[in-house]
C-alpha cells in the first residue's frame, strides 16, 4: 500500500493486491484478490472498479487529514488483573 491512501469504512481487501499512493477506495468496496489499483486513483464497487483520478494536490489534504486525526486520538489502556 501507498502514501496517502485512504481505506473507506466496511471494505474488503483480499490477498495480493497492490494499492498505489493517493488513492482513495469508497466506503463498503471489495477489492478482488490480485487487484493492482495505480497511483491517483478512486476505486469503488463490489467488486471494486476504477471510477476516476485524484489530484495530486490530494497528498497534501490526506496528510492534514491524518495530523489532525492522530492529534486528536486519545488511546486507552485495557488493564488486565
Same mark, same amino acid.
Given at each position: 500500500?501507498?502514501?496517502?491512501? *485512504? =481505506?473507506?469504512? /466496511?471494505?474488503?481487501?483480499? @490477498?495480493?493486491?497492490?494499492? $498505489?499512493?493517493n488513492?482513495?477506495?469508497?466506503? #463498503?468496496? *471489495? =477489492?478482488?484478490? /490480485?487487484?493492482?489499483?495505480? @497511483?491517483?486513483?478512486?476505486? $469503488?464497487?463490489?467488486?471494486?472498479?476504477?471510477? #476516476?483520478?485524484?489530484?495530486?494536490?490530494?497528498?497534501?489534504?490526506?496528510?492534514?487529514?491524518?495530523?489532525?486525526?492522530?492529534?486528536?486520538?486519545?488511546?486507552?489502556?485495557?488493564?488486565?488483573?
Amino acid at each position: 500500500m501507498g502514501n496517502y491512501t *485512504y =481505506i473507506g469504512s /466496511d471494505c474488503i481487501v483480499s @490477498d495480493r493486491c497492490e494499492i $498505489g499512493s493517493n488513492v482513495k477506495i469508497l466506503d #463498503g468496496s *471489495y =477489492i478482488p484478490c /490480485d487487484t493492482k489499483i495505480p @497511483d491517483n486513483s478512486v476505486f $469503488g464497487g463490489r467488486p471494486a472498479k476504477y471510477l #476516476g483520478e485524484l489530484t495530486e494536490g490530494n497528498d497534501m489534504i490526506m496528510s492534514e487529514f491524518c495530523n489532525n486525526y492522530y492529534k486528536n486520538l486519545i488511546i486507552t489502556q485495557n488493564v488486565i488483573k
